[in-house]
């Protein structure tokens, strides 16, 4: 899809409707919110705590991601905003939407295009560049949270990397269900150091978190966090010797775009349970079909001669 | 044929137009104006500019008006709002010492200097509905002119300060800028400051439920209301370039000094304890149930066993703020279905081994 | 036995901030492997005195010192946070009198017993389930109930539980408190013998603190008599059942042996 034009003239913007600043944030707001960041980048995966301000969208919404994107989005960035993998879902188009009127930047629903991607709950299918940056929103940044519920104990957790008590949760997966159960929010241990949540990605996208050339930036707005995981650096998903961590695999094919190694969602056809496979990340499954790639329903649907997905 | 769902953006287009002509109701009912809100609801414009932490009854009002009543809503809306504004510096504390009282009671005395002034209250309403209300052009009766209340006004726990009998009500030890909830984020331990102006942002309904448990046993600490005070300030600032204090204001502020239980070691004397609760405007109930919620939340100082959800500091003030606490319930109604089908595809294959093992049992 | 020591106490004293005694200048010297018995009624002072030795309260005055691993005797109230909170996962373990204060009821046998071991490390599951499954063996409790969460076991089984879950990381020094509190006659009895048993095969030191004479008999080696935070009387446990000096003794010994 092409880069959308800016409502206001990128360069010389200054303020949406006469009253607030670029990308809404006021300057020095955004500038405390940079010196979290760069805290958050010389220690990958510590929590950074912040003075998370009120945004005009619901806590738990995204707010964290958009104070971080606020406060370094310049008049040059083009921004991608994906919620589930996919840039049309309400929430996605609600903040797409918030930064291309409050900072006028061009916005882009293609991977290749962006400088800045905003993510709920997906890493994006093709492989992010150096010169890329990706934002993730997160709801509960303590990975600890579940097990010890006060801040006060936490953080000493991970001041003396105290972190058996993760180890022991995911022995009781196993010796229950004889395999680690956690699927979304996978606990990872970064740069050797830090035990960090990667948000409510599924365990799928972990693998991708690794040696990750674009820098990695995560906002919690409503526990005023923020975490980094700098470029290139080494992020290891939880697990025993004998029990290695493993990704989910699908085993069918993408129904459009035939893609495989993805991460697909299941869409019900019927209520007689017939459904299909489709990607998650909409604008990989787009180019893919743009590329010549059919899935079983895309040919089926061809074959019969309507379009698949209109 | 499949067809992917699109449209977003029109989705929510349409959906601003439907609110906005909800919100409207009936074009032959006239219009409520912000002014109206502000003048005849006042008890919510009250709570919304306490919630809200901005002292504005305009802005309260509108935001009232624009969130259909819904006073979270209208909370979250003047929070919004007052994030944006500038900040200059902390005002000099309010001296309520010096209040302009309109209504001062107090259950610890029968009499005291300044007396008990009754004031506007509904407390001995009787409740029954008052369908004149109903009909139009109602004009209530005239009320008496309010003494001049030049009478001092001391406060109770000054009274009992004088004679030893309550502890001391002294600044904690540390820098003199007081910690600002709206610029850092939340601390543990949380000093005193913190904890107030949580409290003081705290959800109404919250705080009254904590107080009220207290009463019923869970963190029991036996409370009198040693006074409520409520009526008008000054608010006083000092700005850099002047060197002295100027008045920017009056504001309407609800008092409540609850006295607490003694507390007392082999060769100290024996001392009331206090709890405090503050709001905008006539908040009564919100006042009295963060007085009894901050004493609850001394525990750890005053050395009583922390047993109950009102004493535990983390579990009220990390879910005090109806904003917050909104946000993040009413989150759930967002996509999850990545989540939910990484826990699809684990959960089948847990019940395909399941049953694979079950057929072999069976053989 | 060796001859450094491994625990020292000196003039630990502790009052309360309301001006009471909670226990005032005891002193004494534990080598490795050996048990200390500290008795005495309720309100004695010695479940305070066993908290400033176990780290938990600063005493008031005096100072504790163990000695730790590769540094010699170290004041325990002046080693960092983290390096008193690795002492409590390693060389270092607490009984409490009732095993909900030491087990996490949540968690099945296996993972509480692995516990310690997942802390400092352990990554291989096949391992960790193994030695659970040897220590819960050592402690009398079925393979079986491996999985099986604590709070359906009975008072005794969750005793063992815990102390099978102290001692998986070989600790040097395990502090007890009123271990057989709780329990019946007959598993008290069994329970005796076994940490009997397991104390004299590893070697490990321990401070036991009770008022049941029965227990102190069994296991220590020395004890000291406490009353009103002092210790009264000390030196080997026979010596002192069988031959009392103090009075405050004397009395103890003789009301167990008329009860």
Known sequence: ?310 | MYVATKGGEAAIENSHALIAEERRGDPAVPELEAAQIREQLGGAVDRVMTEGSLYDPDLAALAIKQAQGDLVEAIFLLRAFRTTLPRFGASAPIDTGAMTIRRRISAAFKDLPGGQVLGPTYDYTHRLLDFTLAARGETPPVAPEEDATDAAMPRVADILGHEGLIEPETPPPGPEQPYDLTREPMQFPAGRDQRLQNLFRGDEGFLLALGYSTQRGYGRNHPFAGEIRMGTVQVEFTPEELGFPIALGEIEVTECQMVNQFKGAKGIAPQFTRGYGLAFGQAERKTMGMALVDRALRADELAEDRLHPPQDEEFVLSHSDNVEASGFVSHLKLPHYVDFQSELVMLRGMRASAEAMQKEAAE | MSDAPLLEAEGVSHTYAGGQVGCADVGFTLYPGEVLGIVGESGSGKSTLLSCLSGALPPSRGRVRFAVRGQGMQDVFKLSEPERRLLMRTDWGIVHQNPRDGLRMSVSAGGNVGERLMAVGARHYGDIRSEALDWLGRVEIDAERVDHLPRTFSGGMQQRTQIARILVSQPRLVFMDEPTGGLDVSVQARLLDLLRGLVRDLGVAAVVVTHDLAVVRLLSDRLMVMRQGRVVESGLTDQVLDDPQHPYSQLLVSSVLQA
């Open chain 1, 1 to 310: 899809m092409s880069t959308l034009q800016p409502a206001g003239s990128g360069a010389q913007f200054h303020s949406i409707d006469g009253v607030y600043n670029f990308a809404y944030l006021d300057e020095q707001t955004k500038r405390m919110i940079r010196r979290a960041l760069l805290k958050a980048v010389a220690i990958p995966g510590y929590q950074v705590p912040f003075g998370g301000r009120e945004m005009p969208v619901a806590y738990g919404w995204g707010t964290g991601g958009m104070q971080v994107t606020a406060s370094i989005l310049g008049v040059d960035d083009v921004l991608k905003v994906i919620d589930q993998g996919a840039d049309d879902t309400t929430n996605a188009v609600s903040i797409r939407r918030f930064f291309n009127r409050t900072a006028g930047v061009p916005v882009t629903e293609a991977t290749t295009e962006a400088t800045v991607i905003q993510t709920r709950h997906r890493i994006p299918e093709k492989t992010l560049r150096e010169d890329q940056v990706i934002v993730y929103q997160v709801p509960m940044p303590e990975p600890l949270r579940k097990l010890e519920p006060r801040e006060t104990e936490t953080r000493k957790m991970h001041a003396f990397a105290e972190y058996g008590l993760m180890q022991v949760k995911l022995y009781e997966d196993i010796s229950r269900h004889g395999e680690i159960t956690t699927t979304y929010d996978y606990p990872v241990e970064v740069n050797a150091r830090y035990m960090m949540a990667p948000s409510p990605i599924p365990k799928f996208d972990n693998p991708k978190m690794h040696a990750m050339p674009a820098l990695q930036l995560f906002g919690a707005g409503r526990e005023k966090r923020i975490y980094a995981i700098p470029p290139y650096t080494k992020v290891r998903s939880l697990d025993f010797n004998d029990y290695p961590f493993e990704p989910q695999q699908f085993e069918d094919p993408c129904a459009l775009c035939d893609a495989k190694g993805v991460f697909l969602d299941e869409v019900i056809l019927d209520d007689k349970g017939d459904h299909m496979f489709v990607c998650s990340d909409s604008d990989h499954c787009r180019d893919r079909r743009a590329e010549g790639h059919m899935g079983p329903r895309a040919r089926e649907a061809a074959e019969k001669g309507y379009g698949a997905d209109e």
